[in-house]
């Protein structure tokens, strides 16, 4: 008897950037892991290929003939095929309104297929201080109205998004949350650790703090008033920058804060098992999120995963599931403390006499948390636990 068969559809794939991308990449291996065939079908610039029960399909676009054709492919497979729709609406092309993928996600649904759609975002939020983007707002909740009614079920990466999903979707639909795991695995290689923050501490004389993520525009100033506050009480502190966006953002600050001029490490990019030493190597993160954390943050999930003591902001779409494994969180309207409650992770383990025994079970604490709750086989759990019916 075959293996049952996944078809994932994404905009995003390897080697293309995003989380949506590392996501699905790393969901495919799992569901192959599992026993199932995954098929992958994206339009990013990927080499088709097939390997240990993934394969990779390119799609020709996302609209009009593209859509039509990638219909003719999926019905070479025996019906009713299982499609799994990873979906955010920037991720689709069209300026985030493609609504033609929608409606054709549902005709797929008409023709018996067994549709899931996968929500890492719903759509685009109304607001008087972005008035031009309402149309956006709006097409977004037509393509999500459409998604949903194409679902035999709906999943979630965050419980907010059922809140904003739910008027919008045919009565009694069911929504499932599928966490977003970390896409940076525990990498077990101590020396290398050591070697790396020896290197940053100047052999352990300086605090290391670490941020990972993007600098955009909404995370930056949170994060440079974090980081102002907590040098301002521990001008030792070293504060490694993770990401691409890492060596831009420390000029933006030695420029505006002259006193930071030698505070910051900035390796930009790394692979997943440097960016996994280099957490490691940290004393305590750093993450605030405007919106509150999540576990849709993959970036939040990386530190947990890794096992860093992390310090974050709560904010209107908090899941208080990650709280358990914070060593502290202030509002997201107050990032001067969060900078304080950095500090304070640092030292408190340290006023213990066994503190080097106690940072190390803290870590594996935070580490045993993640995979508790978070990790990529709990997902998988969860979705081969639907596969009876629709």
């Known amino acids: 008897m075959s293996a049952p068969v996944w078809h994932l559809l994404t905009g995003e794939y390897p080697p ?66 299982r499609l799994l729709v990873q979906y955010a609406p920037q991720a689709w092309g069209i300026k985030g309104m493609n609504v033609a993928l929608c409606r054709w996600v549902l005709s797929r649904r008409r023709a018996g297929d067994d549709v899931r759609v996968m929500f890492h975002e719903p759509f685009f939020p109304f607001g008087w201080q972005r008035p031009q983007r309402n149309l956006l707002a709006a097409v977004n909740r037509v393509m999500a109205r459409l998604l949903l009614r194409a679902s035999t079920r ?65 995370i930056a100033p949170l994060l440079e008033k974090a980081i102002t506050t907590l040098t301002l009480h521990r001008p030792d502190a070293r504060i490694l920058l993770l990401g691409a966006g890492g060596p831009a953002f420390a000029d933006r600050l030695r420029a505006k804060h002259p006193r930071l001029a030698d505070t910051f490490w900035t390796p930009g990019f790394l692979g997943p098992e440097a960016l996994s030493y280099h957490l490691q190597a940290s004393d305590v993160a750093l993450q605030p999120y405007p919106d509150g954390a999540d576990t849709r943050r993959t970036t939040l999930m990386a530190c947990l995963a890794n096992g860093v003591p992390t310090v974050t902001t709560t904010g209107r779409f908090t899941d208080f599931s990650v709280i358990q494994a914070l060593a502290g969180h202030a509002s997201a309207s107050d990032p001067f403390q969060l900078g304080g409650m950095a500090i304070l992770a640092l030292d408190l383990p340290l006023m213990a006499e066994d503190s080097e025994s106690r940072l190390a079970a803290e870590r594996e604490k935070i580490r045993g948390l993640y995979r508790q709750h978070f990790a ?12 009876g019916g629709g």
């Open 16 to 81: 293309e950037g995003g989380g949506i991308a590392d996501y699905t990449a790393l969901l495919a291996r799992a569901l192959a892991d599992a026993g199932r065939d995954a098929h992958v079908w994206t339009p990013a610039r990927v080499e088709p290929s097939a390997e240990a029960g993934v394969t990779v399909h390119r799609m020709g676009g996302v609209s009009g003939a593209a859509l039509a054709r990638l219909g003719a492919e999926l019905d070479r497979f025996p019906a009713p095929r």
């Open 376 to 387: 990529m086989e709990h997902t998988v759990a969860r979705l081969l636990a639907d596969e």
């Open 154 to 218: 709906a999943y979630v990466s965050i419980l907010a998004w059922e809140d904003l999903l739910r008027p919008l979707a045919p009565r009694g639909l069911r929504f499932t949350r599928l966490p977003i795991p970390s896409t940076i695995p525990f990498a077990d290689h101590p020396d290398n650790v050591h070697v790396i923050r020896d290197a940053m501490t100047e052999g352990g004389t300086h605090p290391l703090f670490v941020h990972f993520g993007t600098y955009g525009g909404l």
